[in-house]
């Protein structure tokens, strides 16, 4: 089981690192001038990169978890809304995910208008959202 929460400790957090980067290149993409047509699509390349990375990430992250929690039976049953909280969470993180992907494709098609401080509130979202999740897991208070 040591081994399979490890695993899944491992790919959380590097779907989290992607989750914490994509957002940081959308800041620099509606910064950048229309006429720097060459920075934009270095940018757009970046983002479309990582986007397939992170996804490719999410999935272990979220099998080892499962596995964790329909394998080994923690979390399971009455008492534990810790968990039932975590997976509220982690669909929001999974929403979030989505939403990057539909912003980048927004980008990509040159239709996307909100400012550069608007994607820097946004960055901050993931943050949060993995502080709430580990003290949900790890200090479980309900
Ligand atoms: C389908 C999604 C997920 C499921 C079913 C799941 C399930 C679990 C379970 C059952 C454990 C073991 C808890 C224990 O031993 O006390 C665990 C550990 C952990 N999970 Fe998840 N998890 C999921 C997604 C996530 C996500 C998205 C994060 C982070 C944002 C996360 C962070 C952690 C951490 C840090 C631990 C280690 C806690 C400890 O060692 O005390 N998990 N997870």
Known sequence: MLWVKSL???F??????????????FVNLAMVPPESIA???????????????TSILAMPALVFGLW?????????????GWM???LALVLVVLGYHHGCGVLLRR?????DRRSHRWYRWFNEAPVLMLLAIVILVVVKPF
Do not use: Q
């Open 8 to 10: 899944h400790i491992v």
């Open 107 to 111: 980008f990509e098609a040159g239709t």
């Open 68 to 80: 964790l929690w329909l394998g080994y039976g923690i979390g399971r049953g009455p008492g534990n």
């Open 39 to 53: 920075e934009r699509a270095r940018l757009l390349l970046m983002a479309r990169k990582l986007l397939r990375f």
């Open 84 to 86: 039932h909280a975590k």
């Open 12 to 25: 959380v957090a590097s779907w989290f690192a992607g989750l914490f980067y994509l957002p940081r290149i």
